[in-house]
């Protein structure tokens, strides 16, 4: 199908007064995108991206949907939609200038990064695709929401979520349409095709140059495809797609064509790739100029309503751009705001009942009070859901009390699924940007995934949801979302035969993202406690497992209680010393300790602090000792270079040098890979002996 062919009239289906309608909304969108551009030149906007030639899509998409009631993952050429769902053009151009003001994210976003919480605009982010997998959790979260009495659900709510057709080319795409299609949820996927993906035409991205005939045999999935340059097929083909999402059939394509009459960008220019006829064919197509056209000429509409139309828009324009110049920024203390969640503060004295465990039962193992732990929070809060690869008992509802039942690769999450059910248990398909960027969309509606990636070295195909998505959505928008979810995942060494794909650390990864807190807990009590102040917290949180911790007897305790809670970034004094402080967390505790132990029979007494979270960690308490003892000693499972310990070390040394009696050294693991012969893994990862000898050799000095 051409993307320039000329609008047909369609004489039915519209009054002259929606037709008005539709061209106000294109015509304002586009007035908005050359002020922009005219701005960007003056140097008052600092980017422009814009909606040219994609208008009469999106405002048929605008009139057939409901704002605050429908849900909206958008792309950055959505501006008619947005306008037409609501947003004005002051708050579109405040954007533009980065005011304090712009509702999307108070100055904090580049222009066209929609984003509106009275109309569900869910904030958006420059990374291509990841909003897909968003939508589909988004719809997964008011459909479980419904059937658990939750929340103010309709039962007939739909997501719209769109990109271009250069977007489709992402893997996230296939993990989302799979999963809305085998869940037949109400999920619009709007692919705006207009040829290029910035300069990679479309027969260069997709196979037949057409992603609707790829998707053509997906179960459930309605797949239409028309002329987005036409404002009457284009209301008429989405009120069809509305229908079928409201009616719960499933999800819906909707691939529409439209033009693209100015560059990608005003960091592209388009005629480096595209000739000067092709330029002049999509001016020709432009649906702005056609559609006035057709308005006077087809439909009989007098040319002086059309020009009040325009002469209104032109008020509009220039009143917001008045505005938005004179708008105050963003103030830079505000810089470090809404970071972390402001009201659910898991560093704070709310989080901390560790003086008040009631202790009932036998000593149980790691996995065994995560377990405890997760089956008490499910009961308290209806809203949590757990998924993940194998985490259910069983997928197939039928055989659950004919089978033991799986409950994870490690059985943490075993009889979840019998107890709380299958909508609040479940398995995901095998990929884990699928589990992280669905449990996003769930938390933006309100629920609290609790969700599990069998390996932290499996891990980072969910990176880009985890980093630009996850841990972002609060900042970003300036508090307007939130993305709660507690991402639990096995890592580490010291366990036969992992080798390079099951043994890997690799924290200090996740500590460099701002929003995101990490926990790695040494004992069965301090992973009970941490976990339960993760499912409750306003943030969200990774939340590392040593496999080799799961099951040792050393680390056990009784059940603490359902409201044992330990707060982020407060370390356990395990020792008292005087020589020297010995900092470590995870699978290391024990190993540190075992070394201090001996170095004690040679008369040198270490004080040992298990960190216990790393972001935050327990700065004061690291302070506190190493200005008693004069000397600090970082023990850790990664790598030795460019790890945790290499952070802690480095402010040691900033922070506290006055008080040095000797060098900050490091015990880690070699930079390297985790070997699968034990005699070479035992090389690579930091053993007791490696500690005892740091213990020496920092006391010698």
């Given at each position: 199908?051409s993307?320039?062919?000329?609008?047909?009239?369609?004489?039915?289906?519209?009054?002259?007064?929606?037709?008005?309608?539709?061209?106000?909304?294109m015509?304002?969108?586009?007035?908005?995108?050359?002020?922009?551009?005219?701005?960007?030149?003056q140097?008052?906007?600092?980017?422009?991206?814009?909606?040219?030639?994609?208008?009469?899509?999106?405002?048929?998409?605008?009139m057939?949907?409901?704002a605050?009631?429908?849900?909206?993952?958008?792309y950055?050429?959505?501006?008619?939609?947005c306008?037409?769902?609501?947003?004005t053009?002051?708050?579109?151009?405040?954007q533009?200038v980065?005011?304090?003001?712009?509702?999307?994210?108070?100055?904090?976003?580049m222009?066209s990064?929609?984003?509106?919480?009275?109309h569900?605009i869910?904030?958006?982010?420059?990374?291509?695709?990841t909003?897909?997998?968003?939508?589909?959790?988004?719809?997964?979260?008011f459909?479980?929401?419904?059937?658990?009495?939750m929340g103010?659900?309709?039962?007939?709510?739909?997501?719209y979520?769109?990109?271009?057709?250069?977007?489709?080319?992402q893997?996230?795409?296939?993990?989302?349409?799979?999963?809305?299609?085998?869940?037949?949820?109400?999920?619009?996927?709007h692919?705006?095709?207009n040829?290029?993906?910035?300069s990679v035409p479309?027969?260069?991205?997709?196979?037949?140059?057409?992603?609707?005939?790829?998707?053509?045999?997906?179960?459930?999935l309605?797949?239409?495809?028309?002329?987005?340059?036409?404002?009457e097929?284009?209301h008429?083909k989405?009120?069809?797609?509305?229908?079928?999402?409201?009616?719960r059939?499933?999800?819906?394509?909707?691939?529409?064509?439209?033009?693209?009459p100015y560059?990608?960008?005003?960091?592209?220019?388009e005629?480096?790739?595209?000739?000067?006829?092709?330029?002049?064919?999509?001016?020709?197509?432009?649906?702005?100029t056609?559609?006035?056209?057709?308005?006077?000429?087809?439909?009989?509409?007098?040319?002086t309503?059309?020009?009040?139309?325009?002469?209104?828009?032109e008020?509009?324009?220039v009143?917001a751009?008045?505005?938005?110049?004179?708008a105050?920024?963003?103030?830079?203390?505000?810089?470090?705001?809404?970071?972390y969640s402001?009201?659910?503060?898991?560093?704070?004295?709310?989080?901390?009942?560790?003086?008040?465990?009631?202790?009932?039962?036998?000593?149980?193992?790691?996995v065994?009070?995560?377990?405890?732990?997760?089956d008490?929070?499910?009961?308290?809060?209806?809203?949590?859901?757990?998924?993940?690869?194998d985490v259910?008992?069983?997928?197939?509802?039928?055989?659950?009390?004919?089978?033991?039942?799986k409950g994870?690769?490690?059985?943490?999450?075993?009889?979840?699924?019998r107890?709380?059910?299958?909508?609040?248990?479940?398995?995901?398909?095998?990929?884990?940007a699928?589990?992280?960027?669905?449990?996003?969309?769930?938390?933006?509606?309100?629920?609290?995934?609790v969700?599990e990636?069998?390996f932290?070295?499996?891990?980072?195909p969910a990176?880009?949801q985890?980093?630009s998505?996850?841990?972002?959505?609060?900042?970003?928008?300036n508090?307007?979302f939130?993305?709660?979810?507690?991402?639990?995942?096995?890592?580490?060494?010291?366990?036969?035969?992992?080798?390079?794909?099951?043994?890997?650390?690799?924290?200090s990864?996740?500590?460099?993202?701002p929003?995101?807190?990490?926990?790695?807990?040494?004992?069965a009590?301090d992973?009970?406690?941490?976990l339960?102040t993760?499912?409750?917290?306003?943030?969200?949180?990774?939340?590392?497992?040593?496999?080799h911790?799961?099951?040792?007897?050393?680390?056990?305790?009784?059940?603490?209680g359902?409201?044992?809670?330990?707060?982020?970034?407060?370390a356990n004094?395990?020792?008292?010393?005087?020589h020297?402080?010995?900092?470590?967390y995870?699978a290391?505790?024990?190993?540190?300790?075992?070394?201090?132990?001996?170095?004690a029979?040679?008369?040198i007494?270490?004080?040992?602090?298990?960190?216990?979270?790393?972001?935050p960690?327990?700065?004061?308490?690291?302070?506190?000792?190493?200005?008693?003892t004069?000397?600090?000693?970082?023990?850790?499972?990664?790598?030795?270079?460019?790890?945790?310990?290499?952070?802690?070390?480095?402010?040691?040394?900033?922070?506290?040098?006055?008080?040095?009696?000797?060098?900050?050294q490091?015990?880690?693991?070699?930079?390297?890979?985790?070997?699968?012969?034990?005699?070479l893994?035992?090389?690579?990862?930091?053993?007791?002996?490696?500690v005892?000898a740091?213990?020496?050799?920092?006391?010698?000095?």
């Amino acid at each position: 199908m051409s993307s320039v062919k000329s609008i047909k009239p369609v004489t039915e289906g519209l009054t002259d007064a929606e037709r008005l309608s539709i061209f106000r909304t294109m015509l304002l969108s586009r007035r908005i995108d050359d002020v922009e551009i005219q701005l960007k030149r003056q140097n008052a906007v600092f980017f422009q991206i814009s909606g040219a030639g994609h208008e009469a899509t999106q405002t048929a998409a605008a009139m057939t949907m409901r704002a605050g009631h429908d849900w909206f993952f958008t792309y950055y050429r959505d501006r008619a939609l947005c306008l037409g769902l609501g947003v004005t053009a002051e708050e579109m151009l405040y954007q533009s200038v980065g005011a304090a003001a712009d509702p999307a994210s108070g100055g904090r976003q580049m222009p066209s990064h929609w984003g509106h919480k009275d109309h569900n605009i869910v904030s958006s982010s420059s990374p291509t695709g990841t909003q897909f997998l968003n939508a589909v959790g988004c719809a997964e979260g008011f459909v479980k929401m419904r059937e658990l009495g939750m929340g103010d659900t309709h039962g007939d709510e739909v997501v719209y979520v769109s990109s271009g057709e250069g977007t489709t080319s992402q893997g996230e795409f296939y993990e989302a349409m799979n999963t809305a299609c085998q869940d037949k949820l109400p999920v619009i996927f709007h692919i705006q095709d207009n040829g290029y993906a910035i300069s990679v035409p479309v027969e260069f991205q997709t196979a037949g140059g057409s992603i609707s005939k790829l998707f053509r045999g997906y179960p459930n999935l309605l797949v239409i495809e028309f002329d987005g340059c036409d404002p009457e097929e284009s209301h008429e083909k989405w009120t069809q797609a509305v229908n079928y999402a409201r009616e719960r059939k499933g999800p819906v394509l909707l691939h529409s064509h439209v033009t693209r009459p100015y560059s990608h960008s005003m960091s592209d220019d388009e005629r480096l790739y595209r000739t000067k006829e092709e330029i002049a064919e999509q001016a020709a197509a432009d649906p702005i100029t056609v559609y006035r056209k057709l308005l006077v000429q087809e439909h009989g509409i007098d040319d002086t309503a059309v020009k009040a139309i325009e002469d209104e828009v032109e008020k509009i324009v220039v009143a917001a751009k008045e505005a938005a110049l004179v708008a105050e920024p963003p103030a830079p203390e505000t810089a470090m705001d809404y970071v972390y969640s402001h009201d659910l503060d898991p560093t704070t004295d709310d989080f901390d009942t560790e003086d008040e465990a009631d202790f009932t039962g036998d000593p149980r193992t790691m996995v065994d009070l995560i377990n405890d732990c997760l089956d008490s929070e499910m009961a308290r809060n209806k809203g949590i859901v757990v998924f993940g690869e194998d985490v259910a008992d069983v997928s197939r509802d039928e055989n659950i009390e004919n089978v033991k039942g799986k409950g994870g690769v490690f059985k943490v999450t075993s009889g979840l699924q019998r107890k709380y059910g299958s909508n609040r248990v479940f398995n995901s398909p095998l990929a884990e940007a699928n589990i992280i960027g669905r449990a996003v969309g769930m938390a933006v509606q309100g629920l609290k995934p609790v969700v599990e990636i069998q390996f932290f070295d499996y891990i980072y195909p969910a990176m880009m949801q985890i980093r630009s998505e996850l841990a972002l959505m609060r900042w970003r928008s300036n508090n307007n979302f939130e993305c709660p979810v507690v991402i639990r995942t096995t890592y580490g060494g010291y366990l036969k035969g992992g080798a390079v794909y099951h043994s890997q650390t690799g924290e200090s990864i996740f500590t460099h993202i701002p929003g995101l807190r990490v926990c790695l807990p040494s004992n069965a009590l301090d992973a009970n406690g941490l976990l339960r102040t993760a499912i409750r917290c306003g943030d969200p949180v990774l939340f590392l497992e040593h496999k080799h911790l799961y099951r040792q007897t050393y680390n056990r305790s009784p059940n603490p209680g359902n409201d044992f809670m330990i707060p982020f970034g407060k370390a356990n004094r395990l020792r008292e010393g005087k020589h020297l402080t010995l900092i470590t967390y995870g699978a290391l505790v024990k190993r540190s300790m075992d070394a201090v132990n001996q170095a004690a029979k040679m008369g040198i007494e270490v004080e040992v602090l298990d960190l216990r979270t790393i972001s935050p960690y327990d700065w004061e308490a690291i302070a506190e000792s190493v200005e008693k003892t004069g000397k600090a000693l970082v023990v850790y499972e990664d790598s030795l270079s460019w790890g945790s310990g290499s952070e802690i070390a480095a402010r040691i040394g900033d922070e506290l040098f006055d008080y040095l009696d000797g060098p900050v050294q490091r015990v880690a693991s070699m930079d390297t890979f985790v070997g699968y012969h034990p005699g070479l893994e035992d090389a690579i990862l930091p053993q007791v002996r490696d500690v005892l000898a740091g213990i020496e050799k920092l006391h010698s000095y």
